[in-house]
């Protein structure tokens, strides 16, 4: 039976750690894993700014053959035990449409795998990052007027990011859907949340796409449910939704991480 971790970072990743590959590689192999896709956050578009303090909520662009190179010889190396994809998760930003179709032309020969993510909000022609930390979250909400307005433009840019033509490499697995959640002990969820988020179920069932099963969240302190939360997954799963476990792994003892909750959730 397949077993796969379809979301994990690498030491390319400025904001992650510098667990090299084969670490990676081996954790997964170990926890009987039978492929893992990973998905470095891919460089963002030019003329973009990225709104975190440091800067590195990417791969620059200056690091991408070596990243490619790099997945690929592991790739090799490990091709009898595990299989290896070489992936990108795709930042979708609203107003970057043209800027993200043009990487994915350019790289989407070379992806075996890839992501669609949303981590940055445009509210009043600036970008903000989501998911960076609680106060980015608490500032951008007084900006938005409430932290419900917040959850409402998150959920409203990941519709975009369904709907968005990015041409035939468009990945199509949808990132950590539930991503506005991660703080949600500080700033609950709308009442309205599920409902929205069924919406946004259907358009992904329509357009064939596959969701990320994103255990992150059940590490974070402030949020401890993943990405969906049960009932929005259980709700995937009933509509026939390819529900696809990615660890989003920063370090490599991440790796699978809280497969069984997925095993629960999901398989069962
Ligand atoms: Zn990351
Ligand atoms: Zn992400």
Redesign the pocket.
């Known amino acids: 039976m397949k077993k796969i971790d379809g979301h994990v970072h690498t030491p390319f990743c400025p904001h992650g750690s510098s667990d090299a590959l084969h670490e990676y590689a081996e954790r997964a192999i170990r926890l009987g894993f039978t492929e893992l896709t990973f998905t470095e ?1 891919a460089p963002l578009p030019a003329g973009f700014t990225d709104p975190v303090p440091d800067k590195d909520s990417s791969l620059p662009l200056t690091r991408i053959e070596q990243y490619i190179h790099d997945v690929q010889e592991v790739k090799k190396e490990y091709s009898k035990d595990l299989m290896i994809k070489l992936g990108f ?1 795709v930042d979708y930003i609203e107003g970057f449409e043209a800027a993200t179709a043009s990487f994915l032309d350019e790289y989407g020969e070379v992806m075996d795998d890839g992501i669609l ?1 949303v ?1 940055f909000l445009l509210h009043r022609s600036s970008y903000y990052c989501l998911d960076y930390s609680e106060e980015g979250f608490a500032e951008l909400s007084r900006l938005t007027g409430s932290p419900e307005k917040t959850y409402e433009l998150y959920y409203k840019t990941v519709e975009r990011s369904i709907l968005a033509d990015l041409g035939k490499y468009k990945p199509k697995r949808i ?2 859907i539930t ?1 506005a959640h991660k703080f949600k002990k500080l700033f609950p969820a709308p009442e309205w949340d599920f409902m929205t988020v069924s919406r946004l179920l259907e358009l992904v069932r329509k357009a064939g796409y596959e969701l990320d099963y994103n255990t992150a969240g059940l590490r974070k302190t402030n949020c401890r449910v993943p990405y969906p939360y049960e009932k929005a997954a259980v709700l995937a799963r009933e509509m026939g939704i390819p529900l696809v476990y990615g660890s ?1 792994a920063h370090i490599a003892s991440d790796t699978g991480a809280d497969y069984e909750t997925y095993e629960e959730m999901v398989i069962k």
């Open positions: 956050h998760e993510s981590h990132g950590h991503l989003d």
